[in-house]
């Protein structure tokens, strides 16, 4: 089966950087997935590693380490807009499972 | 703007009413799920379809009942919902089932059952 944890909360400062964990106990999968989620809105996709080590995107990077379980989402110099809830999420290699699993979020407060 | 669009984005219904979700998408995706998002809870898999077959059925009771007539639209008929069942339901999208992890979610369809 698949298992993924985040903290629920975290709350930083504008122009900070954070750091958003995600561990995770699953037989297998694809690669590790990460969205974002704002009060009301939809589920938008933010980053994937398929491979181990850093992706970079803009203010955002997401790491992935399989030998230990781990992963995270780095969010530099952060905005206001920034406040949100994120999601980690991996595709089993399951047989028969074709969709994601998702942790059950971060939700990120950002303060001014 | 999203590129799936649900409808009703509310719905409050009684526990004898019947009453269904809509989803579309414009992306030209061939596959299509539902979610159920409740407080503090992962989102939880409810449905696949990929190529209007159901592919996956995550041990959804028989009281939601999905329907995909083509690939570019998913509902969810409901019928004698229980209070537990209130959560947000979210639909998405995607080029085929085995891609990078990358799902094109709507806004969601907020479910109260009285």
């Known amino acids: 089966g698949q298992s993924l944890e985040q903290p629920s909360e975290v709350t930083a400062v504008e122009g900070a950087i954070v750091q958003i964990n995600c561990t995770y106990q699953?037989?297998?999968?694809?690669?590790l997935s990460w969205y974002q989620q704002h009060d009301g809105g939809a589920p938008t996709f933010l980053s994937y590693?398929?491979?181990?080590g850093l992706e970079e995107t803009g203010r955002f990077s997401s790491f992935l380490s399989r030998s230990d379980s781990y992963g995270y989402l780095l969010l530099q110099e952060l905005q206001m807009k920034d406040s949100a809830s994120y999601f980690c999420a991996v595709r089993p290699l399951d047989t028969g499972r074709r969709a994601l699993t998702f942790g059950s979020g971060t939700r990120l407060q950002v303060q001014p | 703007e999203t590129g799936v669009t649900q409808t009703p984005r509310h719905l409050v219904m009684g526990m004898t009413n019947k009453k269904s979700l809509k989803c579309e998408q414009h992306?030209?995706?061939?596959?299509m799920y539902w979610y159920k998002q409740s407080a503090k809870k992962p989102l939880e898999l409810m449905f696949v379809y990929s190529l209007e077959e159901r592919v996956e059925n995550n041990s959804v009771p028989s009281r939601f009942s999905p329907e995909c007539p083509n690939s570019s639209h998913l509902f969810l008929h409901l019928h004698t919902l229980q209070p537990e069942d209130s959560a947000l339901y979210l639909c998405a999208s995607s080029k085929g089932t085995r891609n990078t992890g990358e799902l094109f979610f709507g806004e969601g369809s907020r479910l109260t059952v009285l």
């Open positions: 590693n398929g491979l181990d």
């Open positions: 992306l030209g995706h061939n596959a």
């Open positions: 699953t037989s297998g999968f694809y690669g």
